[in-house]
């Protein structure tokens, strides 16, 4: 029972946490008035996209946001673990392969949440990474950024 009551608190850290990156995200983008592709930041081959805190790139999304002001410092997963499969940690993807007004935050909760990624932001995804680090990390729990 204890370890179910913990789970849940994990669960409701990691679902404020991504409302938190969600409006970090959205407020940057809407007083500097660029979209994620002016976003200094990311892994992967589209800025403002990839792994919310990474080591391996020189700048991450979590530290970009902390240093302009967006974000306080205490925003990570409660478990931080990167990688393979059920990864606790999070991630901003693009939901259509392009499309730099929009981004998804994403997490890995413990429960299983009572809605699939696809009924929670009320659009289909067409990004494949999106779609990949779905089946690959998780990723169960989401939430729309968009800059208009």
Known sequence: AFNGIQS??????????????AKALQRWGLESGNDFSAMPVGNLSVTGQGWYN???TTSSIKNFLINAGYLTSGVDDPLNTKGG?????Y???????????????MANLETNPSQTPAQQLGVTCSS??????????GMDYVKLVRLD
Request: with cysteine; aromatic share 12%.
């Open 8 to 21: 849940r608190a994990r669960d409701a850290q990691r679902t404020t946490d991504i409302a938190n990156i």
């Open 91 to 105: 991630m901003v993807v693009e939901c259509f392969s392009g499309d730099n007004k929009q981004r998804v935050v």
């Open 54 to 56: 990474t080591n391996y």
């Open 128 to 137: 494949s990474t999106y779609s990949s680090y779905i089946s690959t990390y």
């Open 85 to 89: 499969p059920s990864a606790y940690s």
